[in-house]
């Protein structure tokens, strides 16, 4: 039998019954946070619909082996894939009938591979440019710097105000040079769920001449429907003048398994520089539109069966029973002396921080989750404070009603225990740390101290170690981290 923590070879000397191996998977998920049920606020976007699961999954398993490198070889998936282009541009304000009826487009992997094409694109549009430039607010996703990262284009990061937080759209314009190639802005932000003036900032970036990519990987899919529910949601799609890229994710809110996102481009040419082709090698021309060549077909196919299945007055629905839940999880945090709404919610985030120095806000994420709520912490950023955020889905709307008392019984256990406080020889450790000087020996000690060693993976109560990260500035967090992560990285024994 195996180790439930550790799992066992994936090579054994003599293959393995089905069965046997499914049990074996069924085993280690079980350790997993849960990914049904309306109790787990990241990662995962549950509508709670029954029978979705076994559709995208029988659909996925039809279309696996399909290979997305060449579509002429396999038109099914070019089928699927431009159905999916088509459906996501129809409800982002472009195709057939609209003001931007040229819009095209790619299925990727995921929001990171649309944000990574979309400087892509950006940056080959212009080869006479040296040395290209994005600029992004400080709320921007990760995925940004990222792309930044492996494109080798500089980031030009606009604070954004602790108030709205939101970038200023003139902060963002003074920020574009000449060698600006692509001004992003979010609709909305994972972070808070706040929409960036995306009008403005569009405006800006088409004044100057550079492309304008709207990051709606998160809210893409929901933001419409909130609108056609009555929401005031403002204008953030291809219906703004100057926005030349929408991305959008369907494995977010359009509840497609994982592995599906699509990058929109606002006509042909824009997009045209997205692709690399290759004839220079006796093998195939290798032509493809993303970041992976062999693609396949299973994400595709389960996607569009999702969409097929759910279709547009199943959205509207799941739209409404979201925004009830962010409705009622809001007023249980409003309800609470000592936490405070980052912002009114405007679309599927709840996202609250500590206003009471006895309310330590990562004890309080710790007894959410021994009470079977799973939230997010966020750490303190840039004169922002940590924060606790809530991505809303669907399948949380029957659980609202229980997350009140369970937040208030959570708050008073989080007030008893105190604020955290490092013990003295971590702290001591933690002072003298810098990313450079971090060996694997004072990595070990840290995680020793933390109870993250021993190859268990992450202990049950995280406050400690958040604590120090949140103290720590942010390359010390990134180098930290890595090094943790890498040490349950780990191949089975
Ligand atoms: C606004 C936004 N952009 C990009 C991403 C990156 O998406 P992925 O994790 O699918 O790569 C996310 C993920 O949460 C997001 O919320």
Excluded at 162 to 180: F, G, K, S
Excluded at 409 to 418: K, L
Excluded at 471 to 486: D, H, I, K
Aim: include cysteine; charge should be negative; proline fraction near 9%.
């Amino acid at each position: 039998m195996i180790d439930e923590r550790t799992g066992a070879s994936a090579l054994p000397e003599r293959g393995r019954p089905a069965d046997e191996v499914l049990a074996e998977i069924r085993a280690l998920r079980a350790q997993d946070r849960p990914t049904h049920g309306g109790r787990l606020f990241a990662y995962v976007y549950d509508p709670a619909v029954p029978g979705l699961d076994e559709l995208a999954a029988s659909a996925y398993a039809a279309s696996a082996h399909v290979n997305g490198l060449d579509p002429t070889a396999f038109p099914s998936l070019l089928a699927m894939e431009n159905a999916l282009v088509g459906a996501a541009a129809g409800l982002l304000g472009g195709g057939p009938g609209s003001t931007a009826p040229g819009v095209v487009g790619s299925v990727t992997s995921g929001g990171t591979e649309s944000l990574i094409l979309a400087v892509k694109a950006a940056r080959d549009a212009h080869p006479e440019i040296a040395e290209p430039r994005l600029v992004v607010p400080a709320s921007g996703h990760a995925a940004f710097a990222k792309a930044a990262h492996y494109l080798r284009v500089a980031l030009d990061v606009v604070p954004v105000s602790p108030d709205t937080l939101r970038p200023d759209p003139a902060a963002m314009a003074a920020a574009i040079r000449p060698e600006t190639v692509l001004v992003a802005c979010s609709a909305p932000s994972y972070a808070h769920g706040v929409l960036d003036p995306v009008a403005e900032i569009a405006a800006a970036a088409a004044e100057a001449g550079v492309r304008c990519h709207v990051d709606a990987c998160f809210g893409g899919w929901t933001l419409p429907y909130l609108r056609r529910l009555g929401a005031s949601v403002p204008p953030f799609d291809f219906t703004v003048p100057g926005v030349t890229s929408i991305s959008v994710d369907l494995h977010k809110y359009a509840y497609a398994p994982k592995g599906v996102s699509v990058l929109l481009h606002r006509d042909p040419a824009l997009r045209a520089p997205q692709y690399f082709a290759y004839a220079d090698w006796p093998g195939y021309t290798m032509v493809n539109p993303t970041i992976a060549s062999t693609r396949s077909g299973g994400p595709i196919a389960a996607a569009y069966a999702t969409l097929r299945h759910l279709g547009d007055d199943g959205y509207l629905r799941l739209a409404e029973a979201t925004r009830d839940a962010v409705a009622g999880l809001a007023d249980a945090v409003r309800a609470v002396d000592g936490l405070r709404l980052m912002a009114e919610p405007e679309s599927t985030v709840v996202c609250f921080t500590s206003t009471d120095p006895g309310l330590d806000l990562f004890v309080l994420v710790d007894e959410l989750t021994a009470r079977g709520w799973h939230t997010q912490p966020q750490l303190a950023y840039a004169g922002l404070p940590p924060s606790v955020h809530l991505t809303v889905t669907a399948a949380v709307a029957p659980r609202v009603a229980e997350f009140g008392p369970d937040l208030a019984d959570a708050v008073a256990a989080t007030r008893a225990a105190g604020p955290v406080t490092l013990p003295a020889d971590l702290l001591a450790l933690a002072g003298t740390l810098t990313p450079e000087t971090l060996t694997p020996e004072l990595v070990g000690g840290l995680a020793a101290g933390l109870g993250l060693a021993g190859g268990k993976g992450a202990p049950q109560r995280m406050a400690t170690v958040n604590t120090l990260l949140d103290a720590a500035p942010p390359a010390l967090r990134e180098r930290l981290l890595v090094e943790f992560v890498s040490l349950l990285q780990r191949p089975a024994g």
